[in-house]
């Protein structure tokens, strides 16, 4: 990762007493996930997180979820996938365009569902835990709304790439405060395809013809060859700005990429209407102050 290698590792920040209940064939355990306590007690580094995400458009926070917490996530994460393979539905998201078609992939794909917190509580809380609130609050500032989730399975050897691209061209909003977390319940390896990007490019701000569907110039600028890869372990949540140009190569290895992009906004902000894409206007923390009765109504 070079000179864009995060900063240090992610602090232990101090965890509520409080536990969830988790009701599990009618005994009740306790989950190793806790509620958030909303302020992080190290504000330095929150502070750090803010400047390097300003400067670089990305932050790549290391430990958020321990190991027990990780391995519940990947319980839910498998069970959702059987859950969808069992559906019949078309479960494969794999992108098309000109840049798809330049890279022989026909046959890959990246098994796909929004919202993972509609199916799996132990998934809804983890978007309450602790650590991974603190930074998303370093970034965006105490009132984190939920955009929404996005759970992808790239699976070992065959697992599809995603062409470069902005995301704002998808769900923009007012002040471009949107941002993501891409949740790492698998290591994930170059080799594994993950998650690449050109640091510093979210300062072009909005690029017109960036959804990564079409021609660009600025993307042609922008191979997914040239990116930076950012490896990351399982537990590791790497957050990026919604103009930075990303993208994934495909997964060549054997081990499937296990990942959950988390979609994020300011309370101060809102998604442009009108705009289809499934919006769970979520508050995470703090308030929402654009929420209207018809909206929340609807
Ligand atoms: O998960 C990845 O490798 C990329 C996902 C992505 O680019 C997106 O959902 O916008």
Same mark, same amino acid.
């Given at each position: 990762?070079? *000179?864009?290698?995060?900063?240090?590792?992610?602090?232990?920040? #101090?965890?509520?007493?409080?536990?969830?209940?988790?009701?599990? %064939?009618?005994?009740?355990?306790?989950?190793?996930?806790?509620?958030?306590?909303?302020?992080?007690? #190290?504000?330095?580094?929150?502070?750090?997180?803010?400047?390097?995400?300003? *400067?670089?458009?990305? =932050?790549?926070?290391?430990?958020?979820?321990?190991?027990?917490?990780?391995?519940?996530?990947?319980?839910?994460?498998?069970?959702?996938?059987?859950?969808?393979?069992?559906?019949?539905?078309?479960?494969?998201?794999?992108?098309? /365009?000109?840049?798809?078609?330049?890279?022989?992939?026909?046959?890959?794909?990246?098994?796909?569902?929004? %919202?993972?917190?509609? =199916?799996?509580?132990?998934? +809804?809380?983890?978007?309450?835990?602790?650590?991974? +609130?603190?930074?998303?609050?370093?970034?965006?500032?105490?009132?984190?709304?939920?955009?929404?989730? @996005?759970?992808? +399975?790239?699976?070992?050897?065959?697992?599809?790439?995603?062409?470069?691209?902005?995301?704002?061209?998808?769900?923009?909003?007012?002040?471009?405060?949107?941002?993501?977390?891409?949740?790492?319940?698998? *290591?994930?390896?170059? &080799?594994?395809?993950?998650?690449?990007?050109?640091?510093?490019?979210?300062?072009?701000?909005?690029? /017109? /013809?960036?959804? /990564?569907?079409?021609?660009?110039?600025?993307?042609?600028?922008?191979?997914?060859?040239?990116?930076?890869?950012?490896?990351? &372990?399982?537990?590791?949540?790497?957050?990026?700005?919604?103009? +930075?140009?990303?993208?994934?190569?495909?997964?060549?290895? %054997?081990?499937?990429? @296990?990942?959950?992009?988390?979609?994020?906004?300011?309370?101060?902000?809102?998604? *442009?209407?009108?705009?289809?894409?499934?919006?769970?206007?979520?508050?995470?923390?703090?308030?929402?102050?654009?929420?209207?009765?018809?909206?929340?109504?609807?």
């Amino acid at each position: 990762m070079g *000179e864009y290698a995060n900063l240090r590792p992610f602090p232990s920040i #101090t965890n509520s007493t409080m536990t969830n209940p988790t009701i599990t %064939n009618s005994t009740i355990t306790n989950s190793t996930m806790t509620n958030p306590t909303m302020m992080d007690p #190290t504000m330095t580094n929150q502070q750090q997180i803010q400047a390097f995400f300003q *400067e670089h458009g990305y =932050y790549v926070a290391k430990g958020v979820y321990s190991p027990a917490e990780v391995r519940e996530l990947e319980t839910d994460f498998d069970h959702i996938v059987h859950q969808l393979q069992d559906s019949g539905e078309n479960i494969n998201a794999r992108w098309s /365009g000109p840049e798809m078609d330049k890279m022989d992939v026909q046959n890959l794909t990246v098994l796909h569902t929004h %919202n993972v917190q509609q =199916y799996s509580a132990v998934w +809804l809380r983890a978007l309450l835990q602790n650590n991974f +609130l603190a930074a998303a609050q370093g970034i965006l500032g105490p009132d984190v709304i939920l955009h929404h989730t @996005k759970l992808f +399975l790239k699976p070992s050897e065959t697992g599809a790439p995603f062409p470069m691209h902005q995301d704002w061209n998808y769900f923009p909003t007012e002040k471009d405060s949107m941002m993501a977390g891409i949740i790492h319940v698998s *290591e994930a390896t170059d &080799e594994m395809g993950c998650f690449r990007v050109y640091p510093g490019s979210h300062t072009f701000g909005r690029v /017109g /013809g960036t959804s /990564g569907n079409s021609e660009s110039e600025l993307l042609e600028k922008h191979p997914l060859s040239g990116s930076t890869p950012l490896e990351a &372990e399982p537990g590791d949540v790497v957050f990026f700005h919604y103009c +930075l140009i990303h993208g994934s190569m495909p997964n060549r290895s %054997n081990k499937p990429r @296990k990942t959950v992009l988390v979609q994020l906004h300011s309370g101060d902000d809102a998604v *442009e209407e009108p705009n289809g894409h499934p919006n769970e206007r979520l508050t995470l923390s703090g308030w929402n102050y654009r929420i209207k009765r018809s909206v929340a109504n609807a």
